[in-house]
Nanobody, 115 residues
Framework: QVQLVESGGGLVQAGGSLRLSCAAS????????MGWNRQAPGKQRELVAR???????DYADSVKGRFAISRDNAKNTVYLQMNSLKPEDTAIYYC?????????WGQGTQVTVSS
């Protein structure tokens, strides 16, 4: 059974930082592009950042320069370091693992940024 377990969400003031973690099943992690998506109230889900199995990264324009995605292949874990947080970053953040054959989603973790 494939699992993606997110952690690290919470409440933070604007300008603060949080680090999200997502532990994935070993069976899929190595071959997967790992990503973080978010969904704010009343808005569509959007891609925040992703990192390929070889380490190439891609970011939404709204988070470039503030967020950094990384992966630890030894721990089957992907991270999202979020700095200079803004109230508009408030959302549920979902971890994804994808390849040509599948896309798996985590259960989500809430990030709330107060002004």
């Amino acid at each position: 059974q494939v699992q993606l377990v997110e952690s690290g969400g919470g409440l933070v003031q604007a300008g603060g930082s949080l680090r999200l973690s997502c532990a994935a099943s070993e069976s899929i992690f190595g071959d997967s592009t790992m990503g973080w998506n978010r969904q704010a109230p009343g808005k569509q889900r959007e891609l925040v950042a992703r990192i390929t199995s070889s380490g190439s990264t891609d970011y939404a324009d709204s988070v470039k320069g503030r967020f950094a995605i990384s992966r630890d292949n030894a721990k089957n874990t992907v991270y999202l370091q979020m700095n200079s947080l803004k109230p508009e970053d408030t959302a549920i953040y979902y971890c994804t693992a994808s390849s040509r054959r599948y896309t798996y989603w985590g259960q989500g973790t809430q990030v709330t940024v107060s002004s």
